[in-house]
């Protein structure tokens, strides 16, 4: 039982990560929008993501384990949020909106990979899965504000 507890306990520290980078990138994508409703919007995915890792960290705690508190060995803000800083310079809700989007690939992947993982013991599975299907539907979410006409051109 240890075995599978280190395991999952993994699982849920690279998730804590992949959420943590998402709430990273949303507060630097809504700190900067000028646009009232996209400001919120944003601001509701940073603040998505905070509940996650919460969840998450109380899921590692009931295993056993050690939550991450900060960056990991695989980097932190590198899951897809790189170039979100460019694009909020340019000041262009579509490239923003895109870089999120491409930030929201890479954590819809993440999540997905660790559903599929046999190690991930099975107390935690129901709240991944509810984490993913949140994802899933913030992903769709941004990706129809980009393609929005709103900001499609802004």
Same mark, same amino acid.
């Given at each position: ?21 998402? /709430? ?23 603040? /998505? ?9 109380? /899921? ?35 490239? =923003? ?10 954590? =819809? ?46």
């Amino acid at each position: 039982m240890k075995n599978t507890n280190e395991k999952s306990i993994h699982i849920l520290n690279d998730l804590i990560e992949v959420c943590r980078d998402g /709430q990273k990138g949303f507060k630097s994508a809504a700190d900067d929008a000028k646009d009232a409703d996209l400001k919120r919007q944003l601001s509701n995915f940073s603040d /998505q993501r905070t509940k996650f890792i919460g969840e998450l960290q109380q /899921q590692v705690r009931l295993l056993g384990g050690d939550p991450e508190k900060s960056g990991s060995a695989l980097g932190v803000i590198h899951r897809g949020w790189i170039d979100l800083k460019s694009a909020i310079s340019s000041n262009e809700p579509h490239a =923003v909106l895109a870089e999120c989007e491409r930030g929201e690939d890479s954590a =819809v992947k993440n999540y997905r990979e660790a559903i599929a993982k046999t190690e991930l013991e099975p107390g935690s599975r129901p709240l991944v899965e509810r984490q993913f299907t949140e994802i899933q539907q913030a992903h769709n979410r941004v990706k129809a504000l980009r393609d929005s006409p709103v900001y499609a051109h802004s």
